[in-house]
Each structure stands twice: as C-alpha cells, then as structure tokens.
C-alpha cells in the first residue's frame, strides 16, 4: 500500500465522503484529510476504524450519532476554538444527508468556523445513476416516517411529482414500504429498488409496484 502523505489543513470542518460499501471507493484527497485532521468524528468509531486501519491511518476518534450530536457538536466547535481540524464522516457515503451531521455543520457554521467538503460516493447518486432515470432531475425524498399514517401522508404529498423519487429505507421495513407506495402510486407505476450498492451482492431490478412486493 502506498504511504499516505500528510498535509497542513485548516482550522475547518471537513465533511468528508467515505465508500458506502467498497472500500476502494474513496478519493485520495479524502484519505489525505482523514490522515491530517488533528481528530475524525465518526458516526460509529467501530465502523470508521476499519476504514481508517485499511489506509493505516492513526487519528483520534470520536463519536458522533443520532443520539449525542448537539452535545457531539459543541464539543467539535471547541476543539475549532482551539485551532484544531476535525473531519466529519458518516458510516457509509456523505454526512449529513439522511445520516448525522446537519447539526454539528450547523453549529459549526454558527460559531463562523469555515466548513470544507470533501466530495465522494453517496448512494443517492449511486443509484440514480444506475436506474437511468436521472436525465431530467429527480427528487431525493431521504427516509420518509416510520409511522404508517404519517407515511401515508408523506407519499400523498409526492404523489403529483414530475421528477422521479429517490427514497431510503432501511431492510426491515422495505416490505411494508414497498406495499404503501403500491397504494399511493398505483399498480402500474415503476420501482427501481437498490441495495449492498458496491458491494459483493449488489442487486438493481426494475419492477412494476404489482409485483415488486412480491419480489
């Protein structure tokens, strides 16, 4: 493996795109700035360590999930005060969408510290790219409500949209949310459904909501 050569970075927040499966998928510029950062704020430290032992990368973990991310972000505000540079990474893909982050990029940009992306894999993009229906715009919907009622209303609100739409879900409830957009979209309208995107079993099919439930 080639070394990984360190580099001056800012007092900043880096928010930086980690592969979403394969761990190929990471640009240099995104190992550098997880190699130079003073500390790396990861979503599962468990998760991110792998990644950052693959590239032999040794820098301070801290964690910051769903459950801590206001407490999370004042504490990286103060590591910003004291000159420090910290990346923000997520389990898989880009923080902050549909995932931790939002928070901490917003306190951060309150305490009028500069905020650095750091672009690469996201799944959205993945996949849209992938069902050949991206042409002419789309709309990325993120994760609608666990609730039933309240999905069902979500999906009333998307229903007169032009574009395609990009939703998220995790697998133990993609049945039953598969069966809700049968019923708000009706039979006949078409499914791209993706999943283990890059990695090893990486399945995308296009269905009609007839018979995607089945599927």
Known sequence: MTAVIEHALENALYVVATPIGNLGDITVRAVQTLASANVVAAEDTRVTRILLNHYAIKTRLIAVHEHNERNAADGIVKLLQQGQSVALVTDAGTPAVSDPGAAVVNAVRAARFKVIPIPGASAVIAAISASGEGEHGFTFAGFLPAGAGDRKRALAAWKTSLH?????????????????????????REIILAREITKKFETIVRLKLSEAVAW
């Open 164 to 188: 395609a739409l990009v939703f998220y879900e995790s697998p133990h409830r993609i049945v039953e949310m598969v069966a809700a957009l049968l019923e708000a979209f009706g039979e006949e």
